[in-house]
């Protein structure tokens, strides 16, 4: 559960350790790879290794923090192995309502054109941009597409939801619409996973993790490359 949701490794395996040790194994070992997790349990001379996969189900802090929280209590004898077991199964990861997200960060995207320069025209269509954006990666998402085509989509909409900025000369800086817009799509919690697992010696998971946070970028860069020839924005943005 803590990878499938976007835990970084060293957490990944200490949580593992501390929550095995708190139960009453004598000895177990963790080994992570991209997509599984390899358990290995020692007690009463008897050894047990699992094996289960972890597909991707999308950063949720909010799933990691209750588990965390389900350790301490076990390292404190607040709750022993089958209540553990049950109040784990309970976990489950929350969200937020989908159209606060969306008026959220599209506000976000519209305060970084403001930081940049662009009046309040600027502010408004960079909002409306985003939101524009946004509603296609969630619908996106809602339906499991392959997270490639999400960001490539999504830049491309985001992008051409920006145009009349450039052919109605919205704002002091219509640039700054398409610039503040596409912010929303940099993968910024895989990065910083990604140099941290390196950095702590999980070489394997942070280059895993690093290149698809690169290959994320690719698919946004090439969704606004495709809107701006599209539209023929070249000339706009010299």
């Keep these: ?3 499938q949701h976007g835990a970084e490794s060293t957490l990944v395996v200490d949580l593992t350790r501390r929550l095995g040790l708190a139960l009453g194994i004598e000895e177990i070992e963790v080994s992570l790879s991209p997509n599984s997790i390899s358990v290995t349990t020692i007690t009463d001379r008897h050894c047990i290794t699992t094996v ?3 597909p991707d189900h999308g950063i949720n802090m909010h799933v990691i923090t209750k588990i965390q929280h389900l350790v301490v209590m076990t390292e404190h004898q607040v709750l022993d192995t089958y209540a553990a077991a049950a109040r784990l199964q309970k976990i489950t990861a929350k969200r937020y309502n989908r159209w606060l997200v969306l008026v959220m960060v599209g506000l976000s995207c519209a305060a970084f054109s403001r930081l940049a320069g662009g009046d309040f025209a ?3 269509m960079t ?3 985003t939101c524009c954006g946004m509603l296609v990666r969630q619908e996106l998402a809602h339906r499991h597409f392959n997270p490639l085509l999400n960001f490539g989509a999504t830049a491309f909409v985001t992008t051409s939801a920006s145009v009349p900025g450039f052919y109605f ?3 002091n800086n219509p640039s700054l619409i398409m610039a503040s817009a596409v912010l929303m799509l940099v993968p910024g919690f895989p990065l910083i996973n990604a140099a941290s697992d390196m950095v702590k010696g999980h070489i394997n998971i942070g280059v895993s993790r690093w290149v698809m946070a690169s290959l994320l970028t690719l698919a946004t860069c090439m969704g606004i490359v ?5 539209f023929q924005l ?3 943005m010299r």
């Design 1 to 3: 559960m803590l990878l």
């Design 52 to 54: 289960r996969q972890c």
């Design 122 to 124: 600027v502010f408004a």
């Design 127 to 129: 909002f409306i941009a």
């Design 169 to 171: 000369e919205i704002g």
């Design 226 to 230: 495709l809107a701006i020839n599209l």
């Design 234 to 236: 070249w000339p706009w």
